[in-house]
């Protein structure tokens, strides 16, 4: 087989007289320091890889390439992989910059709001249901005190809302500490970076649910971000960028064994009247797309740029856990993380679509009707 010709060029790496930068090449390693070899989730930090990265040896073995940087790190890549990648870069959607507006009537936040805590009780209960759904549609999230533990509280919930999802980890599923059902970074103790769910899914999950089971030790808060605050003061700071968010699609995967899925769609997902309708941001399990020549550094600013946004400490809610608590947040709106804990932390936890929380705002007379 053909050896490709691998040479180094200023800040690029190029393969076969493609020139691939090294900012970008030095975020899609695929060895293990830089993706998990099971779930292909993404290890390195993305956000800390210097902009001016500069290769400063390569070396070729069969289809590997290895690359040493000027920061010290040695990633190692697919020959072949590139190769796919560099026959098909991705350019941003060229349209008229119109910006986005956020047309619901929405309490956008970007600081923590207090926290009402509403009765489980109101899932039954028409009157009391009210303000919960409200909050919900003008905050974005509602939480809940009083639960039984186990599934019924959950379920009973998701039917207010509409009815539970079945996606990869099941319906109705369990999030329990040191279980790995799923080899997913939402199932380890660290400290989990504020991200959405379903970035791999065409119609990513519209809320999420969970109920806490059991706790034992420290930590363990979960951490909401108003997403669509952040990116309504990315737009006034940085409208150039926050534009080309809106019309750079990022693709995204999910790998188990049985499992390979992936969907794209950009960060920011404006509809056809300027008005933004969801983010999508998940850093671990982003896909590698290569954009097109010219506009590397513009994409690779704009969602470094996004991120230091929305990561700013300041705009975090951090929710505390006890068993009995639950909490439902619109996964198209709110950024959710995790701060790093010890001990035993088990929930039980479901998805609901987007429509079924539209339709519970319509029904609740928050949104207007179709006729
Ligand atoms: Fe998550």
Known sequence: MRSPSVL????????????????????????????????????VDTFAI?????????????????VDWSDGARTSHSIPALERLL???????????????????????SSAPDVSWFDVACFDDDEAWQPAIEHMYRRGWVAFDGA??????????????????????????NMNSGSFEHADSAYES???????????????PGTIIFAQQLKTG??????????????????????????????????AHYVEPGVHLIAERPSLR????????????????????????????????????????????DRALYHEWQPGRMLVFDNWR??????????????????TNHEDLESAYRLAGLTPPAL
């Open 148 to 173: 039984e533990l186990g599934e019924e509280a959950p379920a009973r919930l998701a039917a207010r809302i509409g009815y539970q999802r079945a996606c990869i980890f099941g319906t109705l599923w």
């Open 50 to 66: 210097p902009a001016d990265i500069a290769p400063l040896s390569v070396s070729v073995d069969g289809v590997r390439l290895g």
């Open 8 to 43: 180094i060029d200023d800040r690029s790496v190029v393969v076969d007289g493609h020139a691939i930068p090294g900012r970008w090449l030095r975020d899609h390693g695929d060895d293990a320091a830089s993706l998990n070899p099971e779930t292909k989730q993404r290890l």
């Open 218 to 251: 420290e930590g363990g808060d979960s951490v909401l971000v108003d997403a669509f605050a952040a990116a309504r003061d990315f737009q006034a700071a940085e409208p150039e960028a926050a534009d080309l968010l809106t019309r750079y699609s990022l693709r």
């Open 87 to 109: 026959t098909s870069r991705r350019s941003p959607e060229t349209r008229p910059s119109v910006g986005f507006a956020i047309e619901r009537d929405l309490a956008l936040w």
């Open 334 to 351: 709110c950024f959710h993380g995790r701060t790093e804990f010890t001990g035993d932390r088990h929930f039980k936890g479901c998805y």
């Open 270 to 313: 404006v509809d056809e009247h300027g008005v933004l309708q969801q983010v999508s941001f998940n850093n671990y399990d982003r896909s590698p797309l290569l954009p097109a020549a010219g506009v590397v550094d513009d994409v690779i600013d704009a969602y470094n740029a996004f991120r230091a946004v929305f990561s700013n400490p």
């Open 190 to 204: 660290g400290n989990l970076d504020v991200h959405t769910d379903g970035t791999y899914s065409h119609d990513a």
